[in-house]
Nanobody, 119 residues
Framework: QVHVVESGGGLVQAGESLRLSCAVS????????VGWHRQAPAKQRELVAV????????YALDSVKGRFTISRDDAKNTVYLQMNSLKPEDTAIYYC????????????WGRGTQVTVSS
């Protein structure tokens, strides 16, 4: 069983930064990737960024490229999402989840952390 806990959200002004953390625990042997997702009010949840077990990184949204950076600290079993130059449209609940080897669907969702960006 794998558990994830997100933290680091908050209320900031446009242009400021936040760093989100996703602490992963449990049996991580079969984890192929950890992905950060977000869900804005009245919108569907969307994938933001993913980091693979081999360290490869991908950003799913053009709107975050150059502003967000996903990284990992293996010693702490934690995946980070550094968010710079935040915009009001980044306001959402941010979730992390894991992707099992051989599977296409994310699982082990955390409760999320709220990010609110004021203009």
């Amino acid at each position: 069983q794998v558990h994830v806990v997100e933290s680091g959200g908050g209320l900031v002004q446009a242009g400021e930064s936040l760093r989100l953390s996703c602490a992963v625990s449990g049996n991580m042997f079969n984890i192929a990737a950890v992905g950060w997702h977000r869900q804005a009010p009245a919108k569907q949840r969307e994938l933001v960024a993913v980091i693979l077990a081999n360290g490869a990184i991908g950003y799913a949204l053009d709107s975050v490229k150059g502003r967000f950076t996903i990284s990992r600290d293996d010693a702490k079993n934690t995946v980070y999402l550094q968010m710079n130059s935040l915009k009001p449209e980044d306001t959402a609940i941010y979730y992390c989840a894991t992707l099992r080897k051989g599977f296409a669907k994310y699982e082990n969702w955390g409760r999320g952390t709220q990010v609110t960006v004021s203009s």
